[in-house]
């Protein structure tokens, strides 16, 4: 079995002190996003600009006490998520190696690579306590069903065939410690191998027989291909700017996440309340887990993450630290433009953010997506896994790698 703890930092988010204004309405978040989200996403730009300036000395890292709870909501005696999503996921990887049915040897040991155990299987772990939480919430069962447990398997599937995309796209070296299948057998053969993973997992989903999961899994493989190609592109409005980025982070990362719960939501329970609260809080989750991704990149370690770090400045994008950073600093606009390619830009940039208070304000921005999760979770029955799935996502966001 793969390990099921991640290394995190406890207690280290960023969030304005007790009594400081919170963000208006609903909690300014925005919804999934859109081009008409683009004014809402720059007035909580804007917010958590104004916040952090306005306040800078009531930002400061919380205390164990603030943040570790001993027990959940539902009274349940602390229970750590990734042991309790175990439990379902016994025999994940050889499951999947099971759908990768391929005679040829050279084919197989590439779409077989990175199902190891190496990875951190997050994708699968929430996958399963969100099928027990709507499971529990329906009608009080407390089995997962085959066709939920498949979901968790098809979301690590397509997870997987994308970083073999992703690595062919970037021209990556190194993922979980290794070399990327592109460096070991060339760009051609990987970009077969990422396919296919994905059509095993296509297979495995029609397999699961019921239409509106598949279609709610193969729109992520549109926005997987969309937020690829949004990250090709770049804004010069700074409005546009942080729009664009937080639309591609939803549709890299997040709308996985996002459907693979509703996918499961669906299976084990018809009413369309709980699909959305299932979608809301992936949703959500996926988004801050991105942002945490994008501030890791200039707060970790290569060998921690088990890739090269400042990878985003170097592939000339500019991620959310970057952007609040330029607010502080507006001589990286054209850094930004030009997508930090001239010699010493990329340090420099670096630099420029490490000055500044974007990794904080990214920070908190993604505690902000956590906390919406945690409200749209917290309308099921109280659970172990509905409890478990509320201590994820502060595990989203103190995780170091
Ligand atoms: C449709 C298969 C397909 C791909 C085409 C290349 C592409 C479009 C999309 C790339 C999507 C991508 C790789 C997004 C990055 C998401 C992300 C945060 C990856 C890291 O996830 P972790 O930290 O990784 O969970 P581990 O290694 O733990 O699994």
Redesign the pocket.
């Known amino acids: 079995m793969a390990s099921c703890r991640w290394p995190w930092r406890r207690c280290c988010s960023w969030r304005p002190a007790a009594g400081s204004p919170g963000p208006p309405g609903r909690a300014g978040l925005p919804g999934p996003p859109s081009a008409a989200d683009a004014s809402a996403q720059m007035s909580y730009f804007n917010l958590v600009k104004s916040l952090t300036s306005a306040f800078p000395n009531r930002f400061h890292h919380s205390t164990s006490a603030a943040c570790c709870h001993s027990r959940t909501q539902s009274g349940e005696q602390y229970s750590d998520p990734f042991k309790l999503g175990w439990r379902d996921l016994n025999g994940l990887y050889e499951d999947i190696r099971k759908e990768l049915l391929i005679s040829t040897t050279e084919l197989k040991e590439m779409s077989e690579y990175y199902f190891d155990g190496k ?2 299987a ?2 699968p772990i929430i996958v399963v306590l969100m099928a027990r939480a709507c499971n529990i919430h329906h009608n009080n069962s407390r089995d997962v069903q085959a066709s939920q447990r498949s979901i968790a398997l098809i979301a690590e599937m ?2 997987t ?3 073999v ?2 690595d062919v ?1 970037d021209d990556a070296s190194s ?2 410690g290794k070399h990327t299948v592109n460096k070991i057998w060339g760009e051609k053969k990987a970009v077969l191998a ?1 396919d296919l993973i ?1 059509s095993a997992a296509s297979i495995a989903l029609a397999r699961i027989g019921n239409t509106t999961v598949i279609s709610i899994l193969t729109q992520v ?1 549109e926005d ?2 969309r ?2 190609f949004l990250q090709l592109g770049s804004k010069e409005n700074e409005t546009e700017r942080f729009a664009h980025y937080l639309e591609k982070t939803f549709k ?2 997040a709308s996985l996440i996002a459907n693979s719960c509703k996918a499961v939501s669906v299976l084990g329970c018809p009413d369309p309340v709980v699909h959305e609260i299932a979608y809301q809080y992936g949703k959500n989750v996926g988004i801050a ?2 942002l945490i ?1 994008d501030v890791l990149d200039f707060t970790s370690c290569s060998d921690q993450m088990g890739k090269p770090t400042s990878a985003d400045l170097k592939l000339g994008l500019a991620t959310g630290p970057v952007l609040f950073a330029c607010q502080q600093f507006p001589e990286m606009n054209a850094m930004i433009m030009r997508r930090f390619s001239l010699p010493g830009d990329v340090d420099r940039a670096r630099q420029y953010v490490l000055q500044s208070d974007g990794v904080q304000q990214t920070t908190y921005l993604a505690q902000r997506y956590c906390h919406e999760a945690v409200r749209e979770i917290s309308k099921l029955r109280p659970s172990p896994e509905r409890d478990a799935l509320i201590q994820l996502s502060e595990i989203v966001l103190t995780r170091e790698k």
Do not use: M, N, P, Y
Request: without cysteine; proline residues 0%.
């Open positions: 990875g951190k997050f994708r397509i997870h065939a994308s970083l995309h992703d796209i993922r979980r990422g994905l493989i997987l291909v937020g690829e890299k990362t887990f991105q991704d």
